[in-house]
């Protein structure tokens, strides 16, 4: 039965029962190369793994990072190629790292706008983790994608049961459909969730609720009491509460939101974001530009990219297109996939 479920997996994903073990050996060059990868430094990346293939390093390794790096560097069909050839390498015993690699391919043919391919990994994933929510919400993306509104509602009902508690997932699910056309599909979901009076409900996740539906005052409310509250994680609270004042042009309020979280909780990249941003409605392009430098001094890999980019426009808006054209090489070299800011950097050299 288990060669049976493990044949299975590998033929939809094209991949787990071809090669051999190759557990055992060195991976000294993939692991500098993975480092790389996690700083952006794509050409020692690509060195480090020339020298891992040289070495003869693990190919299962050495194909998984290779392919990270191209879906990185948005050279998809190459990540395709990699991720394919680490699945290959496998014993044909899937293991954490192998439904890794099958997410990461998954997310590749979807970027191609390869649909069908995409939904075949995740049926293969689903095969042997049949309570997968996350599965069941990426294929849904995937079917919503490929005008299968009907497959992708099932997927998206599927993953809601699985973890009906989860009101983050509702949220991505509202997310979907709005961005899809079907708005008002997606809010019913969240109108759903308020209905069901559960009582073990968050005063933060009514507020997130609110705030999606476009009830406002409702969501400060709720998130006003989060805020007070003693065990509750306060970023993500203050994010939103910022952004509620934000939508009704209270760019005040949010900035005084934000700064007064980080004159006590200095270490959050994503709130210094938000109020470099808020700065920029506001034409304070000074202060914005010190909002994202305070954030990019975190060196937070999750919103590293988004300071860069916005700390750009604060120098554009202020006419300071010099600096900006040298952010922009610097940028362009660590995210060199972003076509919009390729775009951006073209406009930049004729100023």
């Known amino acids: 039965m288990r060669l049976k479920v493990v044949s299975t997996f590998a033929l939809v994903s094209m991949a787990l029962i071809l090669g051999g ?6 991976h000294n ?5 993975i480092l790389h990868i996690q700083n952006l430094e794509y050409d020692e990346a690509m060195v480090s793994l020339d020298a ?15 392919g990270i790096m191209y879906r990185n560097l948005g050279q998809y069909e190459e990540a395709v190629t990699e991720l394919l050839k680490s699945l290959a390498s496998s014993d044909g015993f899937p293991r954490d790292m192998d439904y890794d690699t099958n997410y990461y ?5 979807i970027k191609l706008g390869r649909y069908d391919e995409a ?3 995740y049926d293969a994933i689903l095969d042997l983790r049949k309570k997968d929510k996350d599965s069941y919400y990426m294929r849904g993306l995937a079917r919503l994608y490929n005008q299968d509104h009907d497959g992708a509602s099932s997927d998206f009902n599927k993953a809601i049961s699985l973890a009906p508690k989860d009101y983050d997932l509702r949220i991505m699910v509202y997310k979907a459909y709005s961005l899809n056309g079907y708005e008002e599909e ?11 009076n559960d ?7 009514k507020g997130q609720i609110s705030y999606y539906l476009g009830n406002n005052a409702d969501a400060q409310s709720f998130l006003e009491l989060a805020r007070n509250e003693r065990d509750t994680k306060k970023a993500p609270v203050v994010l939103l509460l910022g952004q509620t004042g934000e939508k009704q042009g209270d760019y005040n309020y949010a900035i005084s939101v934000y700064k007064t979280f ?4 200095p270490e959050h990249a994503d709130i210094y974001n938000q109020l470099g941003l808020c700065q920029i409605k506001m034409g304070d392009y000074e202060n914005a530009v010190a909002a994202f430098d305070a954030g990019l001094l975190l060196d937070d890999p999750q919103y590293n990219k988004a300071l860069m980019l916005n700390e750009i426009t604060a120098y554009e808006y202020a006419g300071n297109f010099a600096q900006a054209k040298t952010l922009m090489e610097k940028y362009r070299k660590a995210y060199p996939d972003d076509l919009d800011a390729e775009r951006e950097e073209i406009f930049l050299s004729t100023r």
Do not use: F, Q, W
């Open 21 to 26: 073990c190759g557990g055992m050996k060195k």
């Open 119 to 121: 939904i075949a990994v």
């Open 52 to 66: 891992a293939e040289e070495a003869g390093e693990d190919e299962r390794l050495l194909g998984r990072a290779r």
């Open 105 to 109: 391919l998954a997310d590749s043919y």
């Open 199 to 205: 009582p073990n409900m968050t005063n933060y996740e």
């Open 186 to 196: 997606g809010k019913s979901i969240l109108e759903a969730c308020l209905n069901n």
């Open 29 to 33: 060059n993939v692991d500098s190369a």
């Open 262 to 265: 980080l004159a006590e909780e």
